[in-house]
């Protein structure tokens, strides 16, 4: 069974920074563009920002320069670190993986963690 289990969330004072991880488990052959989105209370999910197999990537506007999106593909796993954090920021955090081709060569599309807390204080 496929896994994406997300850490590294909490709770920082504004400016502060954050590192989030998220690795993906399983029998998996590969992974097309990981990427990480948020949802704040009462607000639809965003993209934060992606990043292909190649390592290019992709952020929203509010982040640019602030977080930064890596990932180590013989690990399965996807980073994002958060620098310069605003109360803004707070939010769940989920990773994402838009394709995982397992070793016996079924392909999962749009699979999705279960999210991690990020609050930032004012």
């Known amino acids: 069974q496929v896994q994406l289990v997300e850490s590294g969330g909490g709770l920082v004072q504004a400016g502060g920074s954050l590192r989030l991880s998220c690795a993906a488990s399983g029998r998996i052959f590969s992974i097309g563009v990981m990427g990480w989105y948020r949802q704040a209370p009462g607000k639809q999910r965003e993209l934060v920002a992606t990043i292909t197999s190649g390592g290019s990537t992709n952020y929203r506007d509010s982040v640019k320069g602030r977080f930064t999106i ?53």
């Open 70 to 122: 890596s990932r180590d593909n013989a690990k399965n796993t996807v980073y994002l670190q958060m620098n310069s954090l605003k109360p803004e920021d707070t939010a769940v955090y989920f990773c994402n993986a838009d394709r995982i081709v397992r070793s016996t060569g079924w392909t999962l599309r749009d699979y999705w963690g279960q999210g991690t807390q990020v609050t930032v204080s004012s």
